[in-house]
């Protein structure tokens, strides 16, 4: 398949996941949509500042790590030396601190660790490592175990080697983590709490509409003299609610003469049937009245208008 048909297939699918989402989003009604933007804004909010606030945290408690690597190295690693060089063993050592001599070409030589403690894969490092020349501090990991630990480099004194001074980042992976339980804990509650107090704030804020909305099915279903209630908040539903009421009042009006009028043409109807069904009276000059019987037609005539009428048109 080539990609120009991966792509078209890729936009397709998104295409139609979006029109099934879109479909299903429009099925809700107005609150729920709102109050859904609401939640999605918020969540989004809430994990944009738990992101920053973590990395924020994190920034500043490894600056804290470096800041007392760079006071407690040298000492640190003069102590091992010392007392590694006269017993050839360690006993006292800081429980988080770990430290690693190496001769000149970098080759371990001396490795002390916390008890119970991993083991931080520290990378050889020569006297010409650059690590060594800035003493500058970095992160290397532990060789069994996915913890991390800060690291300090130098120099020894005499010059035969270098060491390596490691602290344990598990105190800062703690703080971190707990930090962000507790952050994502709290926008849980707040997230619930808002979602709680949106359904009852819009709901009491589309009451109106609602009251709108009862008011037109009644009209539909012949109530004409039903009306909005008055909306006491002088804002944009008050103000739609009071032209709905001027309209409907026209309407009413409107409808009302209408009525009056078709009830005065049916009553014209109903008197024009009545006169057209009543007979009318004879006039004087009928045989009835006079008494005297209407002289015969000629036979002239009657011949002349029978042969009229039957002669065909032309």
């Not at 109050?35 to 809430?46: D, E, K, N, P």
């Not at 650059?130 to 996915?146: A, C, H, K, Q, W």
């Not at 109903?270 to 036979?299: I, K, Q, Y």
Request: net charge positive.
């Amino acid at each position: 398949m080539s990609p120009a048909q991966l792509g078209r297939r890729a936009a397709g699918a998104a295409g139609s996941a979006r029109t099934r989402f879109t479909d299903i989003f429009r099925r809700w009604s107005l609150t729920w949509r709102l109050i859904a933007v609401l939640v999605v804004l918020l969540v989004l909010a809430l994990l944009l500042s738990n992101a920053v606030t973590t990395m924020l945290m994190r920034s500043y408690l490894l600056d804290r790590t470096d800041a007392e690597l760079q006071f407690a190295a040298a000492p640190i690693a003069g102590s091992v030396l010392e007392q590694y060089r006269y017993t050839t063993r360690v006993d006292e050592m800081p429980r988080s601190y770990a430290v690693v001599v190496m001769r000149a070409d970098g080759t371990p030589e001396l490795i002390v660790t916390p008890r119970g403690s991993d083991q931080p894969a520290v990378p050889p490092l020569s006297r010409d490592d650059p690590r060594i020349l800035t003493g500058s501090t970095f992160t290397v990991g532990s060789v069994e175990g996915d913890g991390e630990w800060r690291v300090l480099a130098g120099s020894l004194r005499n010059e035969t080697g270098t060491y390596a001074v490691a602290s344990s980042l598990d105190g800062v992976e703690e703080t971190v983590s707990r930090m962000l339980l507790v952050s994502t804990v709290i926008g849980g509650v707040v997230v619930t709490a808002c979602l709680v107090i949106g359904w009852l704030g819009f709901r009491r804020a589309f009451r109106p509409l609602r009251h709108i909305e009862d008011t037109a099915a009644a009209i539909a279903a012949g109530d004409l003299s039903r009306r909005v209630p008055d909306h006491r908040a002088h804002d944009e539903v008050g103000s739609l609610s009071q032209s709905i009421n001027v309209m409907l009042s026209q309407i009413e009006s409107s409808f009302t003469a209408r009525q009056a009028s078709e009830a005065r043409m049916r009553r014209f109807v109903t008197d024009a049937s009545h006169e057209l069904r009543t007979p009318w009276p004879r006039s004087a000059g009928t045989p009835s009245s006079t008494g005297r019987a209407r002289p015969p037609l000629p036979r002239t005539s009657v011949v002349r208008c029978s042969a009229s009428r039957a002669r065909p048109p032309a």
